[in-house]
């Protein structure tokens, strides 16, 4: 009798514990906020996207403005229907699912971006708060310190320690403790517009070169190494005494995002957050003469490098040499891998960009300045929706678009190049940002590509003519970032 009220006991507990869990996870009526639902990916993972709070947002229209751009940048969201295009399916699909998570709809309109920055100001000014998000280029920093986007650290749900939000952006812009603007999986083109080398397969066949591939994983992939590649390789095939864009070369690359890409592949920095949270300019000047050292060898030496420096009339040479099996290497960016090499008939590589020396601890992927960085109007008409939203739209793509990129950046389906994916990822993963770049801070903000376009070495006189306003100008970005901070 006794062992049969203990087995009834036993049932009883275990129904009402089963009976607990389920009333739990059940939503209570009227209320429009969720748990979290818990998701899992194909590897049984469970996914970033279901980490994010849910809730019920009746229908609204997720309000987003992007600057317009040549490369398309609005793709992050501009994707209505399945067209069979790579990028924009995978868009669609992560759009779907936040859409239907949290019942929204997206809303994407464009503007160019000097446009788009007055319309920030003004509609600012008048109280006006018809946009939850906004994508801003380079060109838009100072709305970031002039009092125009909301403090980011104040949105519960954005979680800036999550690898979808890049880690090496909120500690170069975090500034008095506050971020006005972030960078990571919630735009896709972000990481699309990452400095990287491309390789000529065949050219290495033919010359029984080994793919860098092996050096890149051992953390031997450095300047040096690139070096013993490209010397010696520039010939001038139509032998007339000059070096034009029909004769082959170690590498090419071209202007904008080049003059950067091989200088910050080593990991300096100008300009950086000190202990009191303020920025400053900060450097090791022996770094960098080494550093800008080897970046003039290759770019200047021995006519290794094919670069016609911001010609935009000639805006495709680089690839197009690459492409005709006259260069070993390419420099270039993921999103212009696709732009400009689909179709290519002979296989290529791709590698991140070399290090300093095998003592530099990761490679170092050089961002271009007109990526959209992630910013919220400082009068949003509800923050921590913006934020909620936000977050959601991040987990997703990083759960459902990131793992994609390589293809994505080839634009071709089934992708069988294991090596060249796992290189793309270490890019993407490897961004790096130099504070006195991307607020163009007198001389630091472009000297390597005013150094190089005019074959300077004298690195000492370039800096000293620029030692009174750069100063300045950092001060004077701490105080708006004080102000900004402190505006209610």
Known sequence: ????????????????????????????????????????????????????????????????????????????????????????????????????????????????ADEMHTYIRNSSMAGESAYDVFGVNRNGMPLCYEGYFLDLTSLDDIDTTQE??????????????????????????????????CFNKTLFDERQLAYPYELVNNGQWTYERMLEYIKGATVDLNEDGKYTTDDFYGITGWGTEASYALFYASGISFAKTNDAGALEISYNSDMLTTVYGYVDRIWNGENNYRNDSGNSAQHSFAWDIFKANRSLFLDTTLLKIGLFLSNMENDYGVIPNPKLNEDQKDYSSYSSYTIPMTCVPINVSDPQRAGNLIEAFCTASYDKVTPDIFEIVTKLQNVNDADSAKMVDIVIRTKMFDPAHWYNVSGYGSFSRAMLKTRSTNISSFLRSYTKNAPKEIQEINDLYMEAKNKK
């Not at 399945?82 to 699909?93: F, P, Q, S």
């Not at 975090?174 to 999986?185: E, P, Q, R």
């Open 1 to 112: 009798m006794r062992k049969k009220l203990t087995k009834g006991i036993c049932l009883l507990i275990c129904f009402l514990m089963c009976f607990t869990a389920m009333s739990s996870c059940k939503k209570k009526k009227g209320d429009s906020e969720t748990t979290n639902a818990t998701e899992t990916g194909s590897n049984g993972e469970v996914t970033a996207f279901s980490t994010v709070r849910r809730k019920d947002y009746g229908g609204y229209n997720f309000n987003i403005m992007y600057f317009a751009g040549s490369d398309g940048l609005e793709k992050d969201f501009d994707a209505t229907a399945m067209t069979g295009e790579v990028l924009n399916d995978k868009v669609y699909a992560k759009n779907l699912i936040v859409e239907d998570a949290y019942n929204i709809k997206v809303a994407l309109r464009t503007m160019v």
């Open 164 to 197: 979808w939000w890049d880690k090496k952006w909120v500690e170069a812009m975090s500034i008095h403790g506050s971020l006005f603007s972030l960078v990571g999986d919630f735009s896709i083109n972000s990481l699309q517009c990452l400095s990287c080398l």
